[in-house]
């Protein structure tokens, strides 16, 4: 078994909690093999946020990822846990998510799957993208907004950790789609996702720093781009992103929070895109974005 470390902290109101947990789970460092919430106190709505990792984090490193989304210093007790398949126990508390015609659960809930839904295992790890977070289920509930009126013939997930949303858009389209990340180890476990969920054949799985792999220039521009990151990664790669949707293509942006849209807006605006469509779910931001025509602000 591998030795995990937690970084918990103490009784937090639920609102400040929910940042934290929030935002501890999207951190890309250190990255958390799993984030959770426990009330602590139910007549004062109290909860304590505890995140596990595989490598043990610098207390520094956990109060720059808070101060960087804007919370302000919390106390956080870092410490080993007892040898335990602790990724396998938190699996049996996730429950399945349902986001409009998708089903997403972990392997737990296989006998769950609903015969008139588009079911995706994807079972909780190291790679960041289960449904859970408001971010992924915000993707996929933009995805299915962007199929309504129109159908891309080639799809993009950029810092695709799990592959959530390359898997779920290739079944839903049968078009064929790259999934990228930074991560390694992020790339393995969504091919063996892709395998798992029968797009193999449709999703190929690569190792890449943005849009850096020459593969992923040469199969541009797409019809739908996903990039489910981080605000500033996101203000960095505009130029790229904005070039990789073809004409009359979506590009979804997540991974910001709501008060940090109007900046990465900004930052599109700049470059020819438009915003089609906003989806705000617990403060964080989901963004539809679209070349301007001719004549269009």
Known sequence: MTTLFS????????????????????????????????????????WAVEALYEIEPAPDDVQQALVFAGIEA??????????????????????????????????????????????????AGLAFGTGHHHTTRGCLLALQQVLKSST??????????????????????????????????????????????????????????GLGHMDIRKAGPYGLVFANILAMPLIHLATDLSRAVAPGGRLILAGLTSDQARMVLAAYHARGMKCVHRLDLEGWAILTLAHKTRGTA
């Open 7 to 46: 970084a918990a902290t103490a009784p937090l109101p639920r609102a400040q909690a929910q940042a934290v947990s929030d935002t501890l789970e999207q951190a890309a460092w250190p990255e958390a093999v799993a984030v959770s919430m426990s009330e602590t106190d139910e007549t004062r709505d109290l």
């Open 152 to 209: 891309p013939v080639s799809i993009l997930d950029v810092g695709c950790g799990s592959g959530v949303l390359a898997i779920a858009a290739a079944r839903l389209t049968r078009a064929p789609a790259i999934a990228s990340d930074i991560d390694p180890e992020a790339v393995a476990v969504a091919r063996a996702n892709a395998e798992l969920n029968g797009v193999a054949p449709l999703v190929r799985c690569l190792v890449a720093p």
């Open 74 to 123: 919390v106390p956080v007790t870092i410490g080993p846990l007892p040898e335990t398949d602790w990724v396998r126990e938190s699996l049996a508390g996730l429950a399945p998510v349902v986001t409009g015609r998708l089903f997403v659960h972990g392997s737990h809930d296989r006998d769950a799957r609903p015969a008139t839904a588009i079911s995706l295992e994807i079972d």
